[in-house]
């Protein structure tokens, strides 16, 4: 009963559309109908400007932060007796997801990359510190966000690989990454035409 209650908590928490109730609330507009149509973090900037968008991007952060840490205190406590890697993941997924598909917006979400990085930054805080410097180095070369996104969302999982972490959180960047990609399917397909903004 614990698992399953923390499992809907963590989707439900995930759910909250920040980028959607910011907006809403503030100017009285729906993001959705604005830019990409994205509720996440660029597409407030693109409406709301620069300070909704840094907001918007730490609400999702924690987000995923948050219930990776519950889960964690549960797993110290011996509130769950699964194994702890397993759960950690299953309950940083279980946000992404709500994010992605929340429940608020008939299941029409963000893209997850700020809640990916909530989860993962408390998973596996060294592969996330080179990704959070190369995400801000490269934007020396380029100002195209989802270029940088994608290319991260591989180093995340690369780095998680070859710095000999445990084979299910190699696993679980390599299913972020997939489902990363999968969420920018349309962004890869501007990308390959050259017309991504």
Same mark, same amino acid.
């Given at each position: 009963?614990?698992?399953?209650?923390? %499992? !809907?908590?963590?989707?439900?928490?995930?759910?909250?559309?920040?980028?959607?109730?910011?907006? /809403?609330? @503030?100017? +009285? &507009?729906?993001?959705?109908?604005?830019?990409?149509?994205?509720?996440?973090?660029?597409?407030?900037?693109?409406?709301?400007?620069?300070?909704?968008?840094?907001?918007?991007?730490?609400?999702?952060?924690?987000?995923?932060?948050?219930?990776?840490?519950?889960?964690?205190?549960?797993?110290?406590?011996?509130?769950?007796?699964?194994?702890?890697?397993?759960?950690? %993941? !299953?309950?940083?997924?279980?946000?992404?997801?709500?994010?992605?598909?929340?429940?608020?917006? /008939?299941? @029409?979400? +963000? &893209?997850?990359?700020?809640?990916?990085?909530?989860?993962?930054?408390?998973?596996?805080?060294?592969?996330?510190?080179?990704?959070?410097?190369?995400?801000?180095?490269?934007?020396?070369?380029?100002?195209?966000?989802?270029?940088?996104?994608?290319?991260?969302?591989?180093?995340?999982?690369?780095?998680?690989?070859?710095?000999?972490?445990?084979?299910?959180?190699? %696993?679980?960047?390599?299913?972020?990454?997939?489902?990363?990609?999968?969420?920018?399917?349309?962004?890869?397909?501007?990308?390959? &035409?050259?017309?991504?903004?």
């Amino acid at each position: 009963m614990t698992i399953f209650l923390m %499992i !809907l908590l963590s989707y439900l928490i995930g759910s909250i559309p920040t980028g959607y109730l910011i907006v /809403k609330w @503030k100017f +009285g &507009k729906d993001v959705r109908n604005f830019g990409s149509g994205n509720i996440g973090s660029t597409n407030v900037g693109r409406v709301a400007g620069k300070k909704y968008q840094i907001i918007t991007t730490i609400l999702d952060i924690l987000k995923g932060f948050v219930p990776v840490v519950i889960a964690d205190i549960a797993c110290r406590n011996n509130l769950i007796s699964i194994n702890k890697e397993l759960f950690l %993941i !299953l309950i940083a997924f279980t946000t992404i997801i709500g994010h992605n598909f929340t429940i608020f917006l /008939k299941f @029409k979400g +963000g &893209k997850g990359v700020s809640t990916t990085i909530g989860s993962f930054v408390y998973l596996v805080p060294i592969p996330m510190l080179i990704v959070a410097i190369l995400f801000f180095s490269m934007k020396l070369k380029t100002k195209v966000v989802s270029i940088r996104v994608l290319v991260c969302a591989l180093v995340l999982f690369l780095s998680t690989w070859i710095l000999g972490y445990d084979k299910a959180y190699v %696993i679980a960047t390599f299913c972020a990454f997939a489902l990363i990609c999968v969420r920018h399917k349309s962004n890869i397909v501007r990308i390959i &035409k050259g017309e991504e903004n």
